[in-house]
């Protein structure tokens, strides 16, 4: 894949392992006037793609599994239909437990080391 900026980079990078194209779906693409319809992955180069090669259903080393994807998109060889709201809405629910666990146990650490230093203030004034 060619990054030409910051954005494709990014949409390289979260499509493949979400197993989504888009926010909403792949048509977010075939509307948007900023997307690049020429792209080179693997090697290969690909002119007049209605989606970005990322959508395309990839192996664990994101190799294309069938190459046929970037020129033909279909529900068997791509995730042209499914959006990215919700796999990245799972992950953020999944994540911000651990966020709030560790934002609790940050509280928690901070009252008991004030609460020592409290008692250690008043011990040295008596």
């Known amino acids: 894949m060619v990054a030409n900026n910051l954005d494709s980079l990014v949409i390289g990078l979260i ?17 948007s006037t900023n997307f690049w319809r020429n792209d080179t992955y693997g090697g290969k180069s690909y002119t ?8 395309c259903k990839m192996n664990g080393e994101y190799v294309i599994i069938d190459s046929s994807c970037p ?11 499914v959006g990215c ?9 999944k994540y911000m437990d651990y966020v709030a666990y560790g934002l609790i146990a940050a509280f928690v650490l901070l009252s008991v080391l004030d609460l020592f230093v ?3 203030i008043c011990i040295d004034v008596i």
């Open 48 to 55: 007049n793609i209605k989606y970005p090669v990322p959508c």
């Open 15 to 31: 499509l493949p392992p979400l197993k989504c194209c888009g926010v909403d779906s792949g048509e977010d693409f075939t509307k």
């Open 71 to 81: 020129t033909s998109f279909t529900t068997e060889n791509s995730y042209y239909n």
């Open 118 to 120: 409290s008692i250690t």
């Open 85 to 93: 709201r919700g796999p990245l809405k799972e992950l953020f629910l």
